[in-house]
């Protein structure tokens, strides 16, 4: 009886979140409370960034419709729970994709969609040029990060003291740092580059340090035990990525469908079968490539040189280009 009780309480909140989505009408995707760049709300009230790309993937995959999503703010700390409990469908949150969050959390990772590593932002009247120099600082971080963990480990390898000033709110986290209560922001490099441009009134005032002291893989997440959506979320993942790789664009989706590629007729559904398998309609990639872009052009658009953040591609870019970006193909 008891080890019922135990079976039953492990039980997913929603097993078919395919089905439980295509009824509700719309994808419940658990974001950040304002992270510009990857998940803010614009002038108009209207979600954007890298991360907000994939909730309007997995609209468009499913609904056929990217608009169809409720962004649902959640700050670091209470992510885990939302996915877990079944307030959210998708967690798309410059998450990083570690061994425990994979297994101990119940959740699981559906890819990557920016390579990422940790690194400290200082105000540049700090004089210092280097990580090593940060003997004695006191260090801004945000209560249920990795960034915590990780910033420990280093600190105790290379031999450096500090004191940790962990806030749970970001907004709150932010003006410690602006208003110098900690001397150092240490997170995710690109969450850096966000804050700077977006958060600090004069970021000319402010420098990145040149160490990055982790891989910080971010990527969206599930809950366990749903393989279907699992699968879902994946391949509109992969899907945009494909579509940079075979030169399948927003723009010229519409002529692609003409391609002789075999490639290009696999992902686009001219040639059906994927979205079958996926329990998805047959235009389940043309939708998101129409409506979304391929990954490039959302990587370009959100934090890229067409982004007020301008982050190279780097690790970011396809695997033919110098990167780590490899699409698994759709076949
Ligand atoms: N990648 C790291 C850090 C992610 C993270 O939550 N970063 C903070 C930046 S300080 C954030 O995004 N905060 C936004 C919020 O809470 O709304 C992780 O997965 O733990």
């Known amino acids: 009886m008891a080890g019922l009780a135990l079976l039953a309480a492990l039980q997913p909140a929603h097993a078919d979140t395919l089905s439980v989505v295509k009824e509700r009408g719309y994808v419940q995707c658990g974001v950040t409370t304002g992270f510009a760049g990857f998940s803010a709300p614009d002038e108009k009230g209207q979600w954007r960034g890298l991360d907000i790309d994939m909730c309007r993937a997995v609209a468009a995959a499913v609904l056929g419709d990217a608009g169809k999503f409720k962004a649902v703010p959640l700050n670091s700390q209470q992510r885990f729970t939302a996915l877990q409990s079944g307030e959210i469908d998708l967690l798309a949150r410059n998450t990083s994709v570690t061994e425990q969050r994979d297994t101990a959390l119940g959740a699981i990772h559906a890819g990557i ?37 990780t910033m420990a480990d280093w600190a105790r390898a290379n031999h450096i003291q500090y004191k940790p000033v962990v806030i749970e709110q970001f907004s709150e986290v932010v003006n410690a740092f602006a208003a110098g209560r900690c001397d150092v922001f240490s997170t995710d490099a690109s969450g ?12 000319d005032d402010y420098v990145v340090l040149p160490e990055i002291i982790s891989k910080e893989p971010l990527g969206p997440f599930v809950r366990q035990g749903d393989d279907v959506w699992l699968n879902v979320v994946k391949w509109s993942l992969m899907a945009m990525i494909e579509a940079e790789e075979l030169g399948v664009t927003s723009q010229n989706v519409d002529q692609q469908l003409k391609s002789p590629s075999p490639s290009v007729r696999r992902l686009l559904g001219v040639t059906p079968g994927a979205g079958k398998n996926l329990h998805l309609g047959e235009k389940w990639a043309y939708d998101i490539i129409r409506q979304v872009g391929n990954y490039g052009e959302s990587f370009e658009r959100n934090v890229g040189m067409g982004s007020p953040l301008k982050i190279p591609r780097g690790l970011n870019a396809l695997w033919n280009q110098g990167g780590l970006m490899y699409a698994l193909p759709v076949r």
């Open 192 to 203: 850096l580059a966000s804050i700077r441009i977006s958060r600090l009134k004069n970021p």
């Open 113 to 149: 969609n920016f390579y990422d590593g940790q690194g400290f932002l200082v105000p540049k009247a700090l004089g210092v040029k280097s990580a090593k120099e940060l003997d004695g600082a006191t260090i801004c971080m945000q209560t249920g990060t990795s960034n915590e963990n």
